[in-house]
């Protein structure tokens, strides 16, 4: 297993980050162990009715990193490229998010290797109902909680949650986070990860220095994490000049219109296509001159071949893994940009899924603000804790964050020894 998994570029990338940060740590070796492999890894196939009539067998995962600190939290990915390697790094990542932040949880991922932008509506709910049922025995509130990530949304944890509750003979909403609102979904949700990743973007302005109005921001991928933090970052004042999706990119020093390029995107399905803006070459879209780059869609997007090239003052990753180790290094060698590292800059989405699990258990519901203020209180204090870590140890931003996660979990680890 532990070759199989190695073999996984991404898990490969997740393991490479996890082994520097352990050595600077000075982590014991059985606690290195410990912390480093999955606990579980399911993989099960999931056969489905498609609109044709045909039966179509797909294949899905989870990964429950560890259960040490409490239940796992985690998305559900549905994306073509998904396999249980990338899972498996998606699960170590949101690990080490988790007990950054403060969570009481531990990390999980799940997925299915599928393209729901080529599935209706009903082969979607299908397959959400099937992979749920499949997953019944390792999930619930206290044990596996998942929430959208790429290629899912509200609906799909709408469809989770009524397999689980029916199951269970009555409602169950802290099996998943994410819900739509009326069903005991939280405010603020939606936006969270992307308010979260803007929220810190301009914190970051401050420390460099610079003026929100007079800043300009580059954003790759407009789905939720996307649109949501190029909103909140126009809204601070932010012009965004370049913006990008699976179909295409768009580039108007001027700023584009956020609005009509949404209602654009709903109307049509494609980004390219938009009139007011002109259309760029995806990679050379990430290299154009911007105060900040906020990578916000697939991982290795930021590489040994594009690092060097990066025109922006501030890289604020809102996806999970886009920056390659070897990338890493040239950066670190580059004092002209600051870096908001994946696990505390997307951490918004998480923070306000524990929110939302906290409101299920006490049946209460917060209202948007309320929401907000606590996820920027929590967003600030560990991006305080992230930079003053860097700075007493001397050590680049993501070697603290991964170290302030990795180090709580070793902790609880020793703390609750082994097992016989
Ligand atoms: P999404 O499915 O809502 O949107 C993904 C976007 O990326 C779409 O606009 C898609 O067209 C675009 N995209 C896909 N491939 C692309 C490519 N090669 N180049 C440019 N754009 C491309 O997914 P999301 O929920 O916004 O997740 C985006 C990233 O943020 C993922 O890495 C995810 O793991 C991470 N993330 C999401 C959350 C969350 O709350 N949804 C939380 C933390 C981290």
């Keep these: 297993m532990r070759e199989e998994l190695l073999n996984n570029p991404v ?7 996890f082994d520097r940060t352990a050595d600077f740590l000075g982590l014991s070796n059985d606690v ?33 990193h560890q259960l040490s600190r409490g239940p796992v939290k985690g998305g559900l990915r549905f994306h073509p490229n998904t396999d249980l390697g990338e899972v498996a790094a998606l699960a170590m990542w949101m690990n080490w998010k988790c007990a950054l932040m403060g969570l009481p949880f531990g990390g999980g991922k799940g997925g299915v ?24 025995p390792f999930i619930g509130p206290e044990t596996d909680v ?13 469809w989770m949650l009524d397999v689980y509750s029916a199951h269970a003979g009555h409602l169950v909403p802290g099996v998943v986070t994410g819900k739509p609102v009326n069903l005991q979904g939280s405010e603020g949700r939606e936006a969270a990860t992307g308010h979260g990743v803007a929220f810190l973007a301009t914190r970051a302005l ?12 580059i954003v790759q991928g407009f789905g939720n994490v996307g649109y949501y933090a190029a909103l909140t970052l126009s809204r601070f004042g932010i012009k965004i000049i370049g913006i990008s999706d699976v179909t295409g990119a768009l580039y108007h020093p001027e700023g584009i219109d ?15 296509s938009y009139p007011d803006a002109d259309t760029i070459d995806p990679d050379a879209m990430l290299v154009q001159e911007c105060d900040i780059l906020v990578p916000a869609a697939v991982d290795r997007v930021i590489t040994e071949h594009n690092a060097a090239d990066l025109k922006c003052k501030i890289l604020a990753e809102a996806a999970n893994g886009p920056t390659t180790p070897e990338a890493d290094a040239i950066i670190e060698k580059r004092d002209d940009i600051f870096l908001i590292p994946d ?20 049946r209460f ?18 991006f305080d804790r992230v930079l003053a870590f860097a700075r007493y140890k001397k050590i680049p931003h993501r070697l603290a964050a991964l170290s302030l996660g990795i180090q709580e979990v070793a902790e609880v680890k020793q703390q609750r020894g082994l097992f016989p």
């Design 11 to 17: 898990f490969h990338m997740a393991a490479e980050q």
């Design 32 to 64: 290195r162990e410990r912390c480093k492999w999955p606990k579980r890894l399911l993989t099960v196939s999931i056969p489905i009715k498609l609109d044709s009539g045909e039966t179509h067998v797909l294949f899905g995962y989870r990964v429950q």
């Design 113 to 136: 290797a599928c393209d729901p932008r080529t599935m209706s509506v009903k082969e979607l709910e299908n397959l959400t109902r099937r992979y749920t049922s499949e997953m019944l």
């Design 146 to 158: 998942m929430a959208p990530d790429m290629g899912t949304n509200a609906q799909v944890m709408a």
């Design 206 to 217: 401050s420390k460099c220095q610079l003026d929100p109005d007079k800043a300009t921001a």
């Design 258 to 272: 956020l609005a009509a390029l949404k209602r654009h995107l709903d109307s049509t399905g494609d980004i390219k």
């Design 343 to 362: 696990i505390l800059c997307n951490a918004g989405g998480v923070t306000v899924s524990y929110f939302e699990w906290v409101q299920n258990i006490q």
């Design 365 to 382: 519901q917060w209202s948007e603000q309320e929401v907000l203020s606590k996820l920027d209180t929590m967003m600030a204090k560990a």
